[in-house]
Structures are given as structure tokens and as C-alpha cells.
């Protein structure tokens, strides 16, 4: 059945099991932020097609993940920072009007098929773990390039897309995969061809 959601378009993907840190301050979306510290704390993130995150006329992808609000510091600007934890994927079956903040009503994703016991998950993690590597070879700031995942395979295949250096259509692809070993399979061509590239520009030198 479908259910009402708010909505935090954003430039970038959420995936289920990982972290969001926002900071809020648009006025819109500190009522969002206010309607579900008074709710059950739950909002949708989905993807800007086209458009920017600040002031509205965005068009969003319609698949997305739900976030829980697992902390919130008010902050003397009058901004705000959340902490949320993404939760399970939805679709959108319908647009609400955005005022006050976007909304709208949803389904949740099917993620009903059976766990692959033989996903290629340490595969994946030596892949990433090479191709970070790779990157901070060529000079791209990456931070830290150690790669630690869970030990539950449904948690370690969406990490693992979250740490993936792609760009936000890429990671919506990702997102969009089901079931996890097709996400893996589209995860992996993503980063054999990272690699390829970075190994050509280290060449070239």
C-alpha cells in the first residue's frame, strides 16, 4: 500500500545501511525537519535529475531511499545538522504539491528475492580497494582508501556501492539494481572501467 513521504532532493545518492550527514537551513526543509522530529522521524532522499537543490523547480528520479533522523544539532545560525541512517528503496507512484516541502506518495522497493550466497563481495572490495588506490596515485583527494565493510552480505553490497567512486547517474543505477548480485555485476563493470582509465592515465604519466 502506498504511504506519504517527505522528500529531500539532493545531489547525491543515499543507500540503504549508510550515513547521511545534512546540513539544513532552507526554510522548507527546516519544516520537513520539524514534521518528522514530530513523525516517526523518517523522510525520502531521491536524486535531482536536473536542477539544484536550493529553491526548488528540480526534477527528481522517482527511486529513492528512505532516511532515519538519528540526530539533530541546532546550530547558532539558525542551520541545522542531521544526521540520518538510509533505511530501505522506494518509488515514487506519485508527486504531492511542495508546499510546504516536497512530498510524496510511495511504494516500497521489492527487495523479495532470495540472498546469493556466492556474491563476489570480497571480488568487489578488492576491486574498490584498487581502484581508490588508483586514484590517489593520480592525485585525487580520496581521503582514506582503506575499504571495511560489513559481515552481513545485504549491508556489505550497499556499502560498497556507497564508497564506489562513480559519478551520482552511475550510483542511481546502482541504487535502481535488484537484485543484490545485479548490483554487484553492474558495480564491478563500473570500477573495471575506472580502473582501465586510471591505469592509462598513470601511463601516460
Sequence with gaps: MSFELPIFPLGSVLFPHTVLPLRVFEPRFQLLVDACLVGDGRFGVVLIERGSEVGGGDTRFETGTIAQIAGVADLENGHRLILAVGGGRFNVVQWLPDDPYPRALVDDFDEQSELDADLPIAETERK????????????????????????DANVAVQQLCALAPV??????????ADPDSEQLRRLQRFLDDEIAVLQQQLAAG
Design 128 to 151: 574498490l580497494r584498487r581502484a581508490l588506490a588508483l586514484m590517489s596515485e593520480a592525485g585525487y583527494d580520496v581521503g582514506d582508501t582503506g575499504v571495511q565493510v560489513s559481515d
Design 167 to 176: 559519478s551520482s547517474l552511475d550510483a542511481q543505477e546502482l541504487l535502481t
